[in-house]
């Protein structure tokens, strides 16, 4: 039997060609079965069709490149919650950009493993290159000490901020507001350090009163604020934070996984002010940044920090090879091998710059205010607050809190629309988060439409 093709080398394109001429006909062709943002039915009649579509996972004979692509990626198409469908809206889950999902086919075919420099030579000088420019977009005032690790997202990155100092300060006690991201808490747990304490967040936002308090009694306090909640999208009040967390002595990390990108925007960046105060930041580019995942990026004011993340490995970095000039990427990451994600966001940033992804911040952000708009002028629905970001929580008028989960299963159930969920003020809530910028005045109208039909059923 004929070995099957490889991706790289010289002759990786000419055996790469085909096969993707086939993956893009299985994506239309599944696209066009599902016909909607999500397939219908439920999840046991999606099952059921992946089931009947597979058969037997493993073959004693396969049936060919052509076919095991045509069948399964259709089959994974037609089964998808498609990001890119404008009724898709539930959850932080963004459409890729084309050109960067295109990087990360290249990424895949070079594999390049990002845990020594003779496995990865232009990858990690590339890493080097664009780690520095989104770290100068976090901290513009620390141009010599500044430094950002790629992770796989939020949970990643949250987890180093606590290692780092967890590290640097001893046992902290982390302190979060009741609107931080679950990570915390797990973090919390795998590093041994105290359950994090948790001060309130009226509205959704920590009371900087409340965080004073907390920090007066607090053993060595890391502050841990939000910019961009999972539930309703909103950011802490940074400045004041970073001011009780000055008075106090406390080291502050911001999560800006949802909000960070909103740095490229010039008109919505002084959202952000304060951020830089943060001795850790996370931002995620797989969600305002349209990246395929995974892209995430913790951010440091002080790269001496990272110094504790060093680790030897004498097939991959050893003494002898780093003294002579190698660069050492074991300290960069807890993973060791990982892929060159970089390339998609290096690709992007250079397609579109930093004007080109403000504007798609910023035509996200049009379309939350364009839904807040109908969502108050219709007098069946109830919005929850003017959207910070690209989120907005409502619900019909009256409505329990049975009959509002009861709409959102529906629509999934159907195959109509992904909208999430969300509490708040005791209630719940249908969550839309825009990170479509391709979608229309006429689908907001239409998410409000099927919301309000399942509310008369």
């Not at 993956?23 to 696209?31: E, F, I, P, Q, Y």
């Not at 001060?199 to 939000?226: C, K, M, Q, S, Y």
């Not at 995620?284 to 349209?290: E, I, N, Q």
């Not at 992904?418 to 998410?447: E, S, Y």
Request: hydrophobic fraction near 45%.
């Amino acid at each position: 039997m004929r070995a099957a093709p490889l991706a790289g080398g010289s002759h990786g394109p000419d055996a790469l060609r085909p096969l993707v001429d086939v993956v893009l006909g299985a994506l239309r062709d599944g696209a066009g079965e599902r016909g909607g943002p999500l397939p219908g039915g439920g999840p046991e009649t999606v099952a059921r069709r992946v089931r009947e579509a597979v058969g037997v996972a493993l073959p004693e004979d396969g049936t060919g490149a052509d076919e095991a692509l045509r069948t399964l990626v259709r089959t994974l198409a037609a089964g998808a919650a498609d990001p890119a469908e404008p009724l898709c809206a539930g959850h932080l889950h963004t459409p890729p950009l084309a050109l960067a999902a295109a990087a990360d086919l290249a990424a895949s075919a070079l594999n390049p493993s990002m845990d020594s420099w003779d496995q990865a030579p232009a990858a990690s000088a590339l890493e080097a290159l664009v780690t520095a420019a989104l770290a100068a977009e976090v901290y513009p005032d620390a141009p010599h000490s500044r430094d950002a690790l790629v992770t796989t997202g939020g949970t990643e990155s949250n987890h180093l901020a606590l290692l780092l100092a967890r590290e640097r300060d001893g046992a902290v006690q982390t302190v979060v507001g009741a609107n931080a991201h679950h990570s915390f808490h797990r973090a919390a747990w795998l590093l041994g350090l105290p359950e994090p304490l948790v001060v309130p967040a009226p509205r959704g936002t920590i009371d900087p009163e409340a965080l004073a308090d907390a920090l007066a009694t607090a053993h060595r306090p890391l502050v841990v604020a939000t910019a961009g909640t999972t539930d309703a999208g909103l950011i802490d009040p940074l400045p004041r934070i970073a001011e009780r967390c000055a008075a106090h002595g406390a080291a502050l990390h911001v999560d800006a996984a949802y909000g960070g990108p909103v740095l490229f925007s010039a008109a919505h960046r002084p959202l952000l002010a304060g951020l830089d105060r943060a001795r850790t930041v996370t931002v995620d580019l797989h969600k305002l940044g349209w990246q395929p995942a995974a892209a995430g990026l913790l951010a440091v004011r002080d790269a001496a920090d990272l110094a504790v993340l060093a680790h030897t490995a004498d097939y991959l970095n050893a003494d002898d090879d780093t003294g002579a000039g190698l660069p050492d990427l074991l300290g960069r990451s807890l993973r060791t091998t990982r892929r060159p994600d970089v390339l998609k966001t290096a690709v992007t940033l250079r397609a579109l710059g930093r004007s080109g992804l403000g504007g798609l911040v910023d035509a996200c952000m049009e379309l939350a205010a364009h839904l807040a708009d109908l969502v108050e002028k219709e007098p069946r629905l109830e919005l929850y607050a003017r959207p910070t970001l690209t989120t907005v929580l409502f619900r019909p008028y009256g409505a329990p809190d049975e009959t509002v989960a009861a709409i959102r299963r529906e629509l999934l159930a159907r195959g109509r629309a992904v909208l999430g969920r969300a509490v708040a003020d005791g209630r719940l809530w249908l969550k839309a988060t825009l990170l479509n910028p391709h979608a229309t005045p006429d689908d907001l109208r239409q998410i409000l439409t099927l919301v309000e039909g399942g509310s008369d059923r």
